[in-house]
């Protein structure tokens, strides 16, 4: 890409961040990462692979179609989809080998129509549980009790049974305790219904480091592999972000006292301003919310100025600076640091929108290393279109 404006993507700190929380868990307490949405913005691919590298025994992904990308670029470690997917693309997910979600008696109804029991694969599923979020998940005994048949059947395989917290990240844990006390009730309905399950499974990211006793047999970690987490509620562990975003002034001008900036004159200078242009706007993810944030240039803060439009974006400069000067948007420049979570709390939203929303436009560059020999391995793809039945 021509534009100087980048994503600067340390793959080091992902696999420190992974190592760190492993160092966390018991032994045999096994390590998801979830790398949906692009790797919450980080690059799909790189972060699996560095997952790979740290030591992750699974990946999570939301949607078939990113599932399939990863093992079309050589992903090897099992991949569980965290949505249920049509009913009709069974045999796409089989072909790729990934493990389903399920929340339902009927989805299995409609699944048959498209894999016979007879046939030969096997299909690993983890039943979604509703214990309080409302979102996705079986939450009565009488779903239980439909899905069960379903499940009893000889090409299923039940790899793993689970919930997700509503309030994980909140100081106050009643609502999570009484979540987790509903997940006990309803892991004992898997028991009497001689349900086997491979693994048990309940936390994210927030409740796998505030609560280690909520790991069971796995944890799915996302965000703090990426560097968030709620540092105020998990003050025993240092996580690195991995990701810092860049620019440059392509253009710097004297604005006069009392003269506008900007769409619809937002912005009128109070005093002679030195004013400076970044080449980044919203359709790059930098929202109209970013407005009255700041950024780094020459180690120092300096407000954003005008709205924020499509391509572009002032800032007022502490004093007169080059064209083509290094500016900070998430990041470190000398003492000063723009952090996610400054960001995140200005639009009244989390770190990982932030990281999520960075268009396709913005460069990723990485640094670290991505793979464990010094020679890129070239993998062959695992799967050929002939080799899925549709
Ligand atoms: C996204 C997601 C996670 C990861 O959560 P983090 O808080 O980012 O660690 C875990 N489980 C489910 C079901 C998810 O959808």
């Known amino acids: 890409m021509y534009r100087d404006t980048w994503a600067e993507i340390n793959l ?17 307490v096994k390590l998801m990462a979830v ?13 699996a692979r560095s997952a790979e590298l740290a030591g992750a025994d699974y990946l999570a992904v939301a949607y078939l179609d990113e599932a399939i990308h990863l093992r079309t670029k050589g992903i090897k470690l099992p991949i569980l989809i965290l949505t249920p997917i049509k ?76 919930t997700h917290f509503a309030t994980a990240g909140m100081a106050d844990t009643t609502y999570l ?28 990211s927030a409740a796998a480091l505030r609560f280690p006793h909520l790991a069971m047999d796995m944890v799915r ?27 440059r002034l392509i253009q710097v001008k004297k604005l006069m006292k009392g003269e506008f900036l900007g769409y619809d004159n937002l912005y009128q200078a109070e005093a002679d301003e030195w004013i400076g242009t970044i080449p980044i706007g919203y359709a790059d993810g930098w929202s ?4 009255h944030t700041e950024l780094l240039i020459e180690g120092q803060r300096a407000p954003i100025v005008g709205k924020i439009c499509m391509d572009q974006l002032m800032v007022r400069l502490p004093e007169y600076c080059e064209e083509g ?18 960001l995140a709390a200005h639009i009244g939203s989390v770190s990982q929108e ?24 070239k993998q062959t793809l695992p799967f050929t279109s002939s080799s899925v039945k549709m």
Request: aromatic share 10%.
């Open 12 to 28: 080091n700190h992902i696999r420190t961040n992974l190592s760190v929380i492993r160092q966390t868990l018991s032994a045999q």
């Open 35 to 47: 790398v949906k949405a692009n790797g919450y913005g980080h690059g799909d691919v790189e972060t």
């Open 87 to 162: 009913p009709d693309d069974v045999q796409l997910a089989i072909a790729f080998d990934l493990m389903l979600t399920v929340t339902s008696a009927a989805w299995f109804e409609e699944m048959r129509v498209f894999k016979e029991e007879a046939y030969c694969s096997k299909l690993k599923v983890h039943v979604k549980m509703d214990t309080g979020l409302g979102r996705i998940g079986i939450k009565t005994k009488e779903e239980w009790d439909e899905i069960v048949p379903w499940l009893r059947a000889a090409d299923i395989v039940v790899d793993g049974f689970y």
């Open 177 to 204: 305790d009484q979540q987790a006390q509903r997940f006990m009730t309803m892991m004992g309905w898997s028991e009497t219904s001689s349900i086997r399950v491979n693994h048990f499974h309940c936390a994210g």
């Open 221 to 247: 970690i996302g965000a703090a592999m990426y560097g968030f987490y709620p540092q105020n509620l998990i003050s025993h562990l240092q996580l690195e972000p991995a990701l810092s975003l860049h620019s």
């Open 288 to 291: 109209q919310r970013m407005q």
């Open 325 to 342: 000067t290094l500016v900070t948007l998430i990041g470190k420049q000398g003492d000063e640091e723009i952090t996610f979570n400054e």
């Open 354 to 377: 932030i990281s999520t929303s960075l268009t396709a436009r913005v460069a990723r560059e990485y640094t670290g290393k991505k793979e464990a020999g010094a020679k890129w391995v």
